[in-house]
Every structure is written in C-alpha cells, then in structure tokens.
Nanobody, 129 residues
Framework: QVQLVESGGGSVQAGGSLRLSCAAS????????MGWFRQAPGNEREGVGA???????SYADSVKGRFTISKDNAKNTLYLQMNSLKPEDTAMYYC???????????????????????WGQGTQVTVSS
C-alpha cells in the first residue's frame, strides 16, 4: 500500500524559508515521478513542480528561482526547499507520486494534478507579510 506523508509546514514571515518533506512507503521514490502541488482556499490545486526518475525537475513560473525539488532515494523521501517565501505562497502543500506522470518534465513541463494517482494528506504553509 502506497503512503505519502508530508511534514515541515508552518508559519513564516515573508522572505523566510521552509523545507517540506514527503516520506514515501510502499513506493520507490527513486524509480518514479513525484511532484509537489498546492491549494489555497477557493483556488484549484496547482502544480509547484516535479522530479522524474532521472532527477530532472520542472517548476511553475511563480516559484522558479525560489523553490527547489530534490529527493533522497536512500530515505525514499521527496523534499521541497522554499526560499524567499511570499504571502501568495500560503497554501496547503501536497506531494504526489505516479509512474507515468513525468512526461515532459525534462523540458520544463509541470504535470497536472490529474496525472497523479497517489497523494499525501498535505501540510499547511502560511506566509505573513
């Protein structure tokens, strides 16, 4: 059974940093596609970025240069390093996984939420001005 558990969310002032983690069990983070998404109240879930099995990453324009996705295959864990946070980054952040979702990531395409079959429960990030 696949389980994804996010952690690391919290409250931070604008300009600060947070690192989110997503621990995967029953799933090989090294061999498949994983992504980060976020959803603010009243908004649709949107892609933050993704990482494929080769380590290629893609990012939404709104987070490029500020956020970094990485994974530790030995720990089967996905990370999202968020720097220079802005109030508009406030949202629930979710990690997701799926074997076939990362088509195009290597050229910068951010997969849609509908491409992922496995989801974590989310972790809240709140950025105050």
């Amino acid at each position: 059974q696949v389980q994804l558990v996010e952690s690391g969310g919290g409250s931070v002032q604008a300009g600060g940093s947070l690192r989110l983690s997503c621990a995967a069990s029953g799933y090989a983070a090294s061999s498949d596609c994983m992504g980060w998404f976020r959803q603010a109240p009243g908004n649709e879930r949107e892609g933050v970025g993704a990482i494929d099995s080769d380590g290629n990453t893609s990012y939404a324009d709104s987070v490029k240069g500020r956020f970094t996705i990485s994974k530790d295959n030995a720990k089967n864990t996905l990370y999202l390093q968020m720097n220079s946070l802005k109030p508009e980054d406030t949202a629930m952040y979710y990690c997701a996984a799926d074997g076939d979702a990362c088509i195009g990531v290597w050229v910068g395409f951010v997969p849609s939420p509908s491409a992922f079959g496995y989801w974590g429960q989310g972790t809240q990030v709140t950025v105050s001005s």
